[in-house]
């Protein structure tokens, strides 16, 4: 179902259900043979969602070698991924940077796995109902941040800097925030209110992290949900539930159509020196063997990181 202004969902529903895929996806990258990443909570996590194949993927129960779409490979695009912002935090606190904001948090563990300095606060921002679940089975798991973690539950169509500064987020000092997998499922106008509202409570010195977003083409849009269920027909085929059949979602009718500034140009026209890296760089620099041609249905990703004044 296509999405609508006032929609809600939770981890196996809607653009809710793509939380759950990237954990399970970090889950199989950190039972890899030489790990680029290591996540002890997303096999958990998604053990705890209950979608019986995304489970079966993240515990290693399923075997896909060999197939077109093998999710073992498209692992190591998440991985290479979520090492990004790994280190893009690593590289903020290293500069001293001491306050953190992750935005449509989902599974993201990065609060109880990554080494912090101990005076950091971070910050996570979702739907009320994910922050208490994550929260809940981290707890049970015996979890806990060994810094300062203030989980937020808010819709980001709400107001969230208003929430944020409720929970003792100080904009005078420098930030380092990511929006990791979010900015297209976000409606063109709310992607450029979120950033304007970064940059309005980031002081000098602040940083970002995120895709760089452009506008998807009809053209585009139907590559990817021709891939989508050309993968989805082969998992079915080899009794597996894919990721429409496990949760019947059209991933494309999670997209808002519309013409969008690349969040690299919004940025930089407000101030940010904005690098960029291409999905395929990292693979390089992360020692991964290069991606299957079209095993990626949104092509060679850019990422971008942005310092502030």
């Known amino acids: 179902m296509a999405r609508t202004d006032n929609d809600t969902w939770d981890l196996a529903s809607s653009v809710g259900v793509t939380a759950t ?12 043979p030489r790990p680029l990443i290591y996540d002890p909570y997303a096999e958990p996590l998604v053990s705890a969602v209950g979608l019986d194949a995304f489970t079966r993927y993240a515990r290693g129960e399923i075997d896909t070698d060999g197939a077109p779409f093998d999710v073992h490979r498209m692992s190591d695009g998440i991985a290479a991924r979520t090492k990004y912002f790994d280190d893009f935090f690593a590289d903020a606190t290293a500069a001293g940077i001491r306050q953190a904001v992750i935005f449509a948090s989902g599974l993201d563990a ?6 912090w300095p101990a005076d950091t606060t971070v910050y996570e921002l979702d739907q009320p109902q994910v922050i208490e679940f994550k929260t809940g089975v981290l707890a049970d798991q015996g979890a806990a941040p060994a810094i300062e973690h203030r989980p937020i539950g808010i819709d980001l169509r709400d107001d969230w800097p208003a929430a944020l500064r409720a929970n003792g987020f100080d ?13 297209v499922y976000l409606p063109p106008d709310a992607q450029d209110r979120l950033l304007d509202n970064v940059t309005a409570l980031s002081a000098p010195g602040s940083r970002i992290a995120a895709e760089n977003t ?7 849009l139907a590559r990817i949900g021709d891939q989508m269920r050309s993968a989805q027909e082969q998992w079915q085929g080899k ?10 979602i059209d991933i494309t009718e999670l997209f808002y159509a519309g013409e969008r500034t690349e969040s690299a140009v919004f940025l930089a026209d407000r101030g940010w020196a ?18 299957i041609e079209g095993l990626s249905a949104f092509g060679d990703i850019t990422y971008l990181t942005a310092i502030l004044g």
């Open 21 to 32: 895929v990237v954990a399970m996806q970090r889950a199989m990258a950190t039972r890899g």
């Open 171 to 183: 904009p005078s000092q420098p930030t380092a925030w990511i929006a990791e997998g979010l900015l």
């Open 214 to 220: 452009g506008t998807l083409t009809p053209d585009e």
């Open 274 to 291: 904005v690098t960029l890296h291409k999905s395929s760089e990292l693979y390089a620099a992360y020692g991964l063997e290069p991606p």
């Open 239 to 248: 009794g597996i539930d894919g990721f429409g059949s496990a949760t019947d």
């Open 110 to 115: 990065r609060a109880y796995r990554l080494r």
